[in-house]
């Protein structure tokens, strides 16, 4: 795609899932990615596996270990063009009075914050390579409410505020700031999402996962790659004048009830 061949990329959580998937589309497309992850065995996996990837091991939850993870992007890839804040965790499945106070909390940490902490380490960097392009992942749950998930649909909905306020804040030096949304994407995140509301409804797993499809105009969860291609369209020359948006992934999401 015109315009990511060369592009320095930073990318939160993507040593698997939707992450494996968008370093990887962004490798296909000429770009030097920096994959920052938790889960060292994938990491240790993947470290040597490409000549225009690096890997470094960081919590987005922890800015200590973040800045210690940009300096790895500064010194190693020499600046940066395009940050991928993908790091997000489900949080618990229950109904608000039952979620603790830590789990809360955790979801923040990890949802919002993570990406509020990589945002502030990379705009420095962005703003020296002249411009180049944020993109935060959302979910629907940030453009709807989602029952049994209040801390991730309330961390989706600030991170698109985050990227609004981003995206004005950083148009005057060439920075352009999105969401993408996507709805159910396959994968053992949303494998776990599935049994947890099976659990919660009590019936199985399987109806939940139909009842998933049944939620979009076009009855299907996402691949992973639908994200990626959106993502790269996004940092892309073509997407050169398109920023403060909320892009939902999601076949058309109709309700969120379930």
Same mark, same amino acid.
């Given at each position: 795609?015109?315009g990511i061949a060369d592009k320095r990329v930073f990318l939160s959580a993507?040593?698997?899932?939707?992450?494996?998937?968008?370093?990887?589309?962004?490798?296909?497309? %000429?770009?030097?990615?920096?994959?920052?992850?938790?889960?060292?065995?994938?990491?240790?996996?993947?470290?040597?596996?490409?000549?225009?990837?690096?890997?470094?091991?960081?919590?987005?939850?922890? @800015?200590? $270990?973040?800045?210690?993870?940009?300096?790895?992007? *500064? $010194?190693?890839?020499? %600046?940066? !063009?395009?940050?991928?804040?993908?790091?997000?965790?489900?949080?618990?499945?229950?109904?608000?009075?039952?979620?603790? @106070?830590?789990?809360? $909390?955790?979801?923040? !940490?990890?949802?919002?914050?993570?990406?509020?902490?990589?945002?502030?380490?990379?705009? @420095?960097?962005?703003?020296?390579?002249?411009?180049?392009?944020?993109?935060?992942?959302?979910?629907?749950?940030?453009?709807?409410?989602?029952?049994?998930?209040?801390?991730?649909? *309330?961390s989706k909905w600030a991170l698109i505020g985050l990227t609004k306020t981003?995206?004005?804040?950083? %148009?005057?030096?060439?920075?352009?700031?999105?969401?993408?949304?996507?709805?159910?994407?396959?994968?053992?995140?949303? !494998?776990?999402?599935?049994?947890?509301?099976?659990?919660?409804?009590?019936?199985?797993?399987?109806?939940?996962?139909?009842?998933?499809?049944?939620?979009?105009?076009?009855?299907?969860?996402?691949?992973?790659? !639908?994200?990626?291609?959106?993502?790269?369209?996004?940092?892309?020359?073509?997407?050169?004048?398109?920023?403060?948006? *909320?892009?939902?992934?999601?076949?058309?999401?109709?309700?969120?009830?379930?």
């Amino acid at each position: 795609m015109k315009g990511i061949a060369d592009k320095r990329v930073f990318l939160s959580a993507a040593a698997a899932g939707i992450g494996r998937a968008i370093a990887d589309r962004f490798l296909q497309a %000429g770009a030097h990615v920096c994959i920052c992850d938790i889960d060292e065995a994938a990491l240790a996996r993947l470290e040597g596996s490409h000549d225009r990837l690096t890997v470094v091991r960081a919590d987005v939850a922890d @800015p200590g $270990q973040l800045e210690s993870a940009f300096l790895t992007v *500064a $010194q190693g890839l020499g %600046g940066l !063009d395009v940050l991928v804040n993908n790091a997000g965790i489900s949080g618990p499945t229950a109904n608000t009075e039952s979620i603790s @106070p830590a789990e809360w $909390q955790r979801t923040i !940490d990890v949802n919002l914050n993570g990406a509020f902490y990589c945002s502030r380490l990379a705009i @420095p960097l962005l703003k020296a390579s002249g411009g180049g392009s944020i993109v935060n992942i959302g979910s629907t749950a940030g453009l709807h409410g989602y029952p049994l998930r209040a801390p991730y649909a *309330a961390s989706k909905w600030a991170l698109i505020g985050l990227t609004k306020t981003l995206a004005m804040e950083l %148009g005057p030096h060439g920075i352009r700031v999105n969401a993408v949304c996507p709805g159910s994407v396959e994968g053992p995140r949303i !494998d776990g999402v599935h049994a947890a509301k099976a659990a919660a409804r009590g019936v199985s797993v399987e109806e939940i996962r139909e009842a998933f499809r049944q939620k979009s105009s076009l009855r299907t969860l996402i691949a992973p790659d !639908d994200v990626a291609e959106t993502i790269l369209f996004l940092c892309s020359d073509s997407a050169a004048r398109i920023s403060g948006q *909320a892009l939902a992934v999601d076949g058309h999401t109709e309700t969120m009830r379930m």
